[in-house]
């Protein structure tokens, strides 16, 4: 039960702290707005109304029964009430109207029904709140005569109201407005600091990072700025090491080069140089492994335009491109997404005969597949060959020449740009490598 309840709750509620604590504000003012509103309404000005209609109408039999017991002084009768009291009053022998003039849902027509059917009784009195703007109409009978008058709408109900409803209303409207510079002013920290760590998780810099807000998002803000300086810090020693490492390798290797150039036993010569050369390509993939832990700026990257360009660089009639979609623009990387989409293409031209490349633009985010006609990788390899080192050499035979990072590389670059990436069989019956990016 309290589990639904909970879910319910959860599906209602708004997702964003912002208009979360807007509610927390918002929602006592409003609902003591309300309350003391009713109070209002029920204790004051339902009771000032009845007693201000039932002084009237009481106003009303007065007349009725001094017009009944003395009708000589009809002038003097009339003129005295409209000169004191402010009444029109009309004496004639018309037809007395059928129809009801009274709103159905008027809180003062209630009143003045309930009032005017207790003195006059039933089918005795018409009356017509909205005819006029400042008076109100009713007509009464009187054995054979109509009296019609005419009073003041402030003899019937209380002009208040409408002041009050106004003086509640308006101080309530300031204070969530109020509220609501003051929330933007406190969730925008927060906001600048997710927006940060999102920019950190794809591996930008965040330099310009400034803390500010209370002490407590501070004090988070300024923990994430350590944390972020330490990564780099450790990525950057980690880049550089596997840089070093490799170049410093390439110097032996380059001499042992000379020598075996000047050996006389050609055999020899030539195993060992396959050797050197196989070592020089693993030197390659830890240094391009390396070049993807080196920080590169974000900038605005027509991915159309990337492809082609990629196309364009391999120049093989082999690859075939289908650049049918919408222009699609995204932030990130640009030599980083080139590599890892010239690694994957690269594979897909070294064990196939035909590589086709689709992209298609969804609801913020795009899709690149890469499909060839190879032999393919077995489903249950499809999590292993990305890992770092991990070479596959049945089937497809990827990576033979190399140390298994091609993929691991890919994987990393992808998930840096908040994408992912899947693999599964193409319709050619090879590889199919599925990309997808945010935009």
Known sequence: MFSGFNNFKKNILPKRLFYR?????????????????????????????KNITRSLVTQLKAIEEVYQNDKTNLDFFTDSYKNNFNFEIGINQEIFPNNSGERRFSPMDRSLRRELKSTFGNNNYWFNTSKFKNAVEIKIRSNNDVIEFLVPKEMVSASSVRIFVLWTTLPSLVLIIIALIFLKNQTKPLVKLAKAAERFGKGDYVNDFRASGSQEIRKAAFEFDRM?????????????????????????????????AMLKQKEISEKMSKDIDEMEKMLNDYLQ????????????????????????????????????????????RPTALKRSFENIIQNGLSYGNKVYLNVQKGNKRVTVTI???????????YKNVFKPFFR????????QSGVGLGLAIVE???????GNIHLGKSKYNGLQVKISLPF
Not at 22 to 49: C, E
Not at 292 to 318: A, G
Not at 372 to 381: A, H, K, M, T, V
Not at 392 to 399: A, E, F, P
């Open 228 to 260: 972020a300086k330490r990564i780099n810090r450790h990525l950057n020693q980690r880049a550089e090491m596997l840089s070093g490492i490799s170049h410093d390798l390439r110097t032996p290797l380059t001499r042992l080069k000379l020598q075996l």
């Open 21 to 49: 604590a807007l509610i927390i504000v918002a929602a006592p003012t409003i609902i003591l707005q309300i309350i003391i509103t009713v109070v209002f309404y029920d204790s004051i000005w339902i009771k000032a109304n």
């Open 412 to 418: 990393d670059i992808i998930n840096s740009h908040g």
């Open 392 to 399: 596959l050499d049945k089937s497809r035979s990827l990576n």
């Open 289 to 332: 492994f390396a070049k993807t832990q080196i920080q590169e700026d974000t900038v605005l990257i027509n991915l159309n335009n990337l492809l082609n360009s990629i196309k364009n660089s391999f120049d093989d009639s082999n690859l075939f491109f289908n650049n049918s979609t919408a222009i699609v623009e995204l932030k990130g």
């Open 371 to 381: 499909e060839d006609d190879g032999p393919g990788i077995p489903e249950d390899q």
